[in-house]
């Protein structure tokens, strides 16, 4: 069997490859090749990858952009991609499977489904129309999306969401719960971590609501040392300051070196406004560590408040009354964290990904008999 997978409209491998999630990202076709013997054939939105040879794993990379001009519009880009699936429809006759990896690109995989008539699987991290209603995207914007989750649903033969919030917004029998899935599957124990470190992984934007997860801390004996970049850096170092709480900022660092420092972590927080099935979250879990999540619904289904996580209403105090608690040893954090870790093992283990995958491929091909 071989499936072609079409990679997020205007992202590469490379681009998998300069963020350290590359690995992480491979890791569920390394493995069903190994354990399945599937093929693939990905196809990348760039002019040429950088990335190591990938056939021992029985993946196949095709740039989309190959032999051809790459354009600085993208506009010209968006067109572009109408007209590429015509050109490699000849390369891609042994294709049994298309699937497209997030919405943003569909109408392409939508193209070579009706081109090589193919079933088209549809995977989706998030509500990209819903996100962009959250983040006050012009009306054009979210007309697209909301277009675009459309008439994906209508062509794709089966389609995926990463959360039980977003499967309970479809009624269609095509759309089913696919969550993402975490690599580590070792215990690591709280002996040698300290609570007067928190950690938090995330985009500096507002979608993440840093400054809150700082101004609740303010007074606390606690370092916060928050991974990731963004357009609010400078503003939340300025509020830091401000409010004289300790932040380290971090900035972006690859997979690997993330993996390691969640080991060094009794408490992991996010204070998002909205989520989808937040692979920070589930790492964090993986690696024993307690988190402590806003009250939202993609957060609610990951943590049984004070079994497996913690849940705090964003509003001020609630917060910083949940970390006075906690350091004053009011739980028990080594269960909480034995839990948790528990938790993801059960419904977000690779291996579990990896079987689910198989038979949605299987389902795929029987359904196109």
């Known amino acids: ?11 590469s491998l490379e681009s998998w490859k300069k963020t350290g999630t590359l690995d992480r ?21 760039i002019d040429s990858e950088t990335v190591k040879d990938l056939s021992d794993y029985g993946i196949e990379i095709l740039p989309i952009y190959a032999g051809t001009n ?52 549809i995977r989706t991290g998030y509500d990209m129309y819903q996100f962009s209603k959250y983040e006050n995207k012009n009306i054009l914007k979210q007309f697209m999306y909301k277009f675009l ?44 971590r300290s609570l007067d470190r928190v950690l938090s992984v995330g985009r500096l934007e507002k979608q993440k609501d840093f400054k809150y997860l700082i101004k609740e801390v303010a007074g606390l004996n606690i370092q916060l040392d928050i991974v990731g970049e963004g357009s609010e850096k400078i503003d939340l ?62 957060h609610k289904e990951l943590v049984d408040h004070s079994k497996t996580g913690f849940i705090f209403d964003k509003k001020e105090g609630s917060l910083r009354q949940m970390f006075e608690s906690i350091l004053n040893n009011e739980y028990d954090l080594s269960s909480i964290s034995k839990e948790g870790f528990s938790y993801v093992q059960n419904n977000n283990s690779l ?16 359904k196109s008999r």
């Open 1 to 11: 069997m071989k499936v072609l997978v079409v990679k997020t409209f205007d992202y």
């Open 25 to 45: 990202e491979l890791s569920l076709y390394k493995e069903l090749n190994s354990k399945y013997k599937i093929n693939f054939t990905i196809l990348s939105w």
């Open 70 to 121: 790459l354009s600085n519009s993208k506009l010209m880009r968006f067109f572009k991609s109408l007209i590429i699936p015509f050109k490699i429809k000849n390369i891609l006759g042994d294709v049994d499977i298309i699937k497209q990896n997030q919405l943003l690109g569909s109408w392409f995989s939508i193209i070579l489904k009706i081109v090589l008539k193919k079933p088209l699987f």
């Open 149 to 192: 989750t459309k008439i994906s649903l209508a062509f794709a033969d089966f389609y995926s969401v990463s959360s039980d919030t977003d499967l309970k917004k479809y009624d269609n029998k095509k759309v089913g719960l696919r969550k993402n899935w975490v690599l580590n599957e070792e215990y690591y124990p709280f002996n040698n």
């Open 237 to 298: 170092q300025n509020f830091a300051d401000e409010k004289n709480v300790n932040v380290n900022f971090l900035g972006k660092i690859d997979h690997e070196e993330l993996e390691n420092l969640y080991k060094e972590y009794c408490i992991y927080v996010s204070s998002s406004n909205y989520e989808g099935n937040p692979k920070t979250v589930l790492e964090a879990l993986s690696f024993g560590c307690v988190t402590i999540l806003s009250n939202i619904p993609n």
């Open 351 to 366: 291996q579990r990904s990896v079987d689910v995958e198989m038979k949605d491929y299987n389902y795929l091909l029987q």
